[in-house]
Every structure is written in structure tokens, then in C-alpha cells.
């Protein structure tokens, strides 16, 4: 499954709409529970342990592509 599909299945959103430049703020339905489940499903599919700064840091899908890659993961 890839990114796109894991973010659109967490958030609810139509697979199309997401693209490195969609925001936190641009998605209603995410909030931190499911920003948390992102995180571990993340952490889990991938076999990473991102930092609490990472964590925080996690504003956009162009920051999770960046952030995952980081840890050599090609998203």
C-alpha cells in the first residue's frame, strides 16, 4: 500500500487529493488521535520509531514523505 493510500484510508480523504502540499490545516479530520494513528501505523508498516520532534514536526505529507525518507525509507 503506499503512502497515499495509508494517508487517505486514515484521514477519510479521497486518494487523489493527497499530494505532498496538503496540509494538517487542509484536512478536517485531522486531529491528534488521528495523527497518532498515522504515526503507528507508520512506525508498524515501515519498522521505524519516529522522535517526539518528528512527531511534532509532521505538518503535511510533503513532511512525512521527507521524514520517512530520513529514516531510508522511499515512500
Wanted: proline share 4%; no cysteine; hydrophobic share 45%.
Amino acid at each position: 500500500m503506499s503512502l497515499e493510500q495509508k494517508i487517505a484510508e486514515t484521514f477519510a480523504l479521497p486518494e487523489a487529493s493527497v499530494a505532498d502540499g496538503l496540509a494538517l490545516s487542509d484536512i478536517p479530520t485531522w486531529d491528534s488521535l488521528a495523527h497518532m494513528m498515522l504515526i503507528v501505523r507508520l512506525e508498524q508498516d515501515y519498522a521505524i520509531q519516529f522522535s517526539g520532534d518528528e512527531i511534532a514536526d509532521l505538518r503535511s505529507v510533503g513532511d512525512i514523505r521527507a521524514t520517512l525518507r530520513a529514516h531510508g525509507v522511499q515512500p
